[in-house]
């Protein structure tokens, strides 16, 4: 095989950083075991790199990246304004060709339009910096929420939280404060009662961006629920009603991102719940973070980003029951058939 080119050096580097998609990491791997060079190319770049791994991870701090962002902005906003000015004023001045003031005019717009340009590759990395600093600060909350879980288990004799419920009920109705105990979500909102967890770690760093949380800890234990879908936009595990498993006895399922099922939920609870899934709901990502996948924590305490909606361990859809296909309709009330069947919602 051919010495790799240019292009396939970047991909493989882009690789070993882990900044490919998945068509370009398939590529990668199928370059690597045809070629020797590549492979040796890899091995040099995952050599040089290994001494990063005793790193500890920091998180990016979200404000950073958007100070840098509009600072960015402001910069290419301002050298454009500029650019735009000069050309005004060329217009409007009176023709005389002038040598000497062209060519400083030219050096200036050369050199306005190379800064535009230079933004402009900045813009998609730092897009991509961002999104991954927002992975990260789910993945924190989530952990949080673990540590909050394990310490009410602890508090009460290894259960977990849990409302008595009846078969049937409404699980779709988030933020209804009614005595019924409909909504999922109720069972996650007894740790924010018991002050076992932050209630804003229940909204995802993603989501968060135009949205301010506001709770009045002197109304919050009046709440049976949060109180909206605003608060929460992670989605819980609807669970096997004759399920007895503790939950550290498997490494399931327990909580994700937002179920793409369930991004629109009527806010009259009066009003029934139904949604006949169709291709695309049966593929798609949460919307937590721009489809590209979603944070999903395990009954172990261990966290992953999932870019398919299965798990490494299981091919089934966590967002779906297994029966669930096009044409399916959803009442928001169903419940898992088995023990194995992951289905989280709302």
């Known amino acids: 095989m051919s010495p790799p080119t240019n292009q396939q050096k970047l991909i493989l580097f882009d690789y070993c950083v882990g900044f490919t998609s998945e068509q370009e990491a398939a590529e990668a791997e199928e370059l690597i075991a045809a070629s020797e060079e590549a492979a040796a190319i890899y091995h040099r770049i995952k050599a040089t790199l ?14 950073l990246v958007e100070s840098t962002v509009w600072r960015l902005n402001n910069l290419a906003r301002a050298s454009q304004l500029r650019l735009e000015q000069l050309l005004e004023a060329e217009q409007a001045r009176n023709v005389t060709f002038n040598t000497r003031a062209w060519w400083n005019f030219g050096k200036m717009a050369a050199a306005a339009a190379v800064v535009l340009i230079v933004l402009g590759t900045w813009f998609a990395p730092l897009d991509f910096i961002r999104q991954k600093c927002r992975e990260s600060r789910c993945r924190m909350q989530l952990a949080r929420i673990f540590q909050g879980l394990s310490n009410y288990i602890a508090d009460h004799d290894g259960q977990m939280p849990a409302v008595a419920t009846t078969a049937g009920s409404p699980w779709w ?99 029934s719940f139904q949604l006949v899934l169709d291709e695309d709901l049966l593929i798609i990502n949460s919307s937590n973070h721009n489809r590209r996948g979603q944070n999903v924590l395990f009954c172990d305490g261990s966290i992953k980003f999932l870019k398919k909606r299965h798990t490494d361990i299981s091919y089934d859809d966590i967002f779906t029951l297994w029966e669930m296909h096009a044409g399916s309709e959803v009442r928001g009330c169903e419940v898992p058939s088995c023990e194995t069947d992951a289905f989280l919602a709302p």
């Not at 290994?50 to 404000?63: F, G, S």
């Not at 002050?195 to 804003?200: Q, R, S, T, V």
């Not at 629920?225 to 595990?237: E, I, L, Q």
């Open 50 to 63: 290994a001494p990063l791994d005793t790193l500890k991870e920091e998180p990016c701090p979200d404000q």
């Open 173 to 271: 109705k988030v933020g209804y404060q009614g005595q019924e105990n409909h909504s999922a979500t109720r069972n996650m909102w007894l740790l924010v009662k018991g002050n076992y967890a932050d209630p804003a770690d229940f909204v995802c760093p993603a989501k968060r961006r135009n949205l301010v949380i506001r709770f009045d800890p002197s109304k919050m234990q009046a709440y049976n629920d949060f109180p909206s879908r605003d608060d929460v936009s992670y989605s819980v595990r609807i669970m096997y009603t004759k399920s007895k498993a503790a939950h550290q006895s498997q490494r399931k399922v327990l909580i994700a991102d937002l179920s793409p099922l369930f991004e629109n939920l009527p806010k009259d609870f009066s009003k």
